[in-house]
Each structure stands twice: as structure tokens, then as C-alpha cells.
């Protein structure tokens, strides 16, 4: 059974930092794209970030660049999104995805990162 | 990249068919047949019902369908049943090697 599981999120001063985790099982973590995809209260879903199954490469939303980063660890089937200088905007429930067939396969239940 | 457009709100009657659209541009729903459809139950995570346009994933009942013409793809939900209530986000690959959603349809089985 594929499970997807965040953690780290938490309330946090504008400006400030917060890293989230993603402890990920169930598949074969090494060959599989990963993405954050962030929902706001009462909004609707954002695409954030994600990474190559290699670490190689990492693509964001215009709006997190250069804040944002995404990283993986494929030997503790992990997946992490550091946020730096964040601000009131990015305040959302934050969901790990898993990449597959051009989508969003399996979603983690999501932590809640609350900027004020 | 601006949000891809979807109604805010459909309804139907049980047994009823309901499709949802979700409109784009050239540079993502209509260049691409990387659509895929999510529906959303309150408080809950996302869930994937349709991939590459028109694909179940395995569970996914066939009840559910997506197609694309242009610019834009839709979302039909034949036989509505009252589980079906919840929110559904359409989500294209784009050019600028990103994705972006659609704002969301609250379907609301009478």
C-alpha cells in the first residue's frame, strides 16, 4: 500500500524558515517524481514544486522561487521542502504527491504550515 | 501561469449525468493531453480519478469520464450518486515545465 506521510509544518513569524518532511512506502521511491502541491484555506490546489527521480533537477511555481527548495533523500525514501522568507500567502495545508502518468498518483494527508 | 477555469459550483439529481469543464490555453490543456482530475471529499486529500485526459486508475468507477476538445476538457459523472459530492480540481502540464490547477467545481447532489 503506497502511503505518503508530512510532517514539520507548524506556525511560523513572517520571514521566518520551516522544513517539511514527506516519509514515503509502499513504492519504489527511486524512480518516482515527487511533488508538493499546497492548498490555502478554503482555496483550491497549487502546485509548489518538484524534483526528478534522481535529484537531479527540480522545477518550482514562480511564486516559491528562489525561497523554496526541494530536496530528496532516496535511501530514507524522503522527500523535504525547505521554505525560507515565508509569508502570510503561503500559509496552506502542504500535500506530498506522487508523480506518475503525467499526475498527482497518491497524496500524503497533508501538514499545516500557518505563516502570521 | 493563471489558474485554468472551472465553474464554481454544478449540481444534479441522483441517477442524473453532470459534466464539469475546465478551460486553459494553448499553452497547457490544448497542448498538451496531460489533464488529469482530482475529486476532493471535506477534509480529506485529493484523490486522482482521471489521468491523460481520459483514464481511470485502477478502483476509479467507470462512471467517471474525462475527455478534451482545444482548449478545453471536461469531467462527466454518469449515474450520480450521493458519495459523488465533493470538490474536483482539473490540473494540466504546462510549457513553462510546471502544473497548474483549475479553481475548483462543488458538486452538489440534490
Known amino acids: 500500500e503506497v502511503q505518503l506521510v508530512e510532517s514539520g509544518g507548524g506556525l511560523v513569524q513572517p520571514g521566518g524558515s520551516l522544513r517539511l518532511s514527506c516519509a514515503a512506502s509502499?513504492?519504489?521511491?527511486?524512480?518516482?517524481?515527487l511533488n508538493w502541491v499546497r492548498q490555502a484555506p478554503g482555496k483550491g490546489l497549487e502546485w509548489v514544486a518538484n524534483?526528478?527521480?534522481?535529484?537531479?533537477?527540480?522545477y518550482y511555481v514562480d511564486s516559491v522561487r528562489g525561497r523554496f527548495t526541494i530536496s530528496r533523500d532516496n535511501a530514507k525514501n524522503s522527500l523535504y521542502l525547505q521554505m525560507n522568507s515565508l509569508r502570510a500567502e503561503d500559509t496552506a495545508v502542504y500535500y506530498c504527491?506522487?508523480?506518475?502518468?503525467?499526475?498527482?498518483?497518491?497524496w500524503g494527508q497533508g501538514t499545516l504550515v500557518t505563516v502570521s | 501561469q493563471s489558474a485554468l477555469t472551472q465553474p464554481a459550483s454544478v449540481s444534479g439529481s441522483p441517477g442524473q449525468s453532470i459534466t464539469i469543464s475546465c478551460t486553459g490555453t494553448?499553452?497547457?490543456?490544448?497542448?498538451?493531453?496531460?489533464v488529469s482530475w482530482y475529486q476532493q471529499h471535506p477534509r480529506k486529500a485529493p484523490k486522482l480519478i482521471i489521468y491523460?485526459?481520459?483514464d481511470r486508475p485502477s478502483g476509479i468507477s467507470n462512471r467517471f469520464s474525462g475527455s478534451k476538445s482545444g482548449n478545453t476538457a471536461s469531467l462527466t459523472i454518469s449515474g450520480l450518486q450521493a458519495e459523488d459530492e465533493a470538490d474536483y480540481y482539473c490540473?494540466?502540464?504546462?510549457?513553462?515545465?510546471?502544473?497548474?490547477f483549475g479553481g475548483g467545481t462543488k458538486l452538489t447532489v440534490l
Open positions: 509502499g513504492f519504489t521511491f527511486s524512480t518516482s517524481w
Open positions: 490540473c494540466s502540464y504546462t510549457s513553462s515545465i510546471s502544473w497548474v
Open positions: 504527491a506522487r508523480g506518475d502518468r503525467w499526475s498527482f498518483s497518491y
Open positions: 494553448s499553452s497547457d490543456v490544448g497542448g498538451y493531453n496531460y
Open positions: 524534483i526528478k527521480p534522481d535529484g537531479s533537477d527540480e
Open positions: 491523460e485526459v481520459s
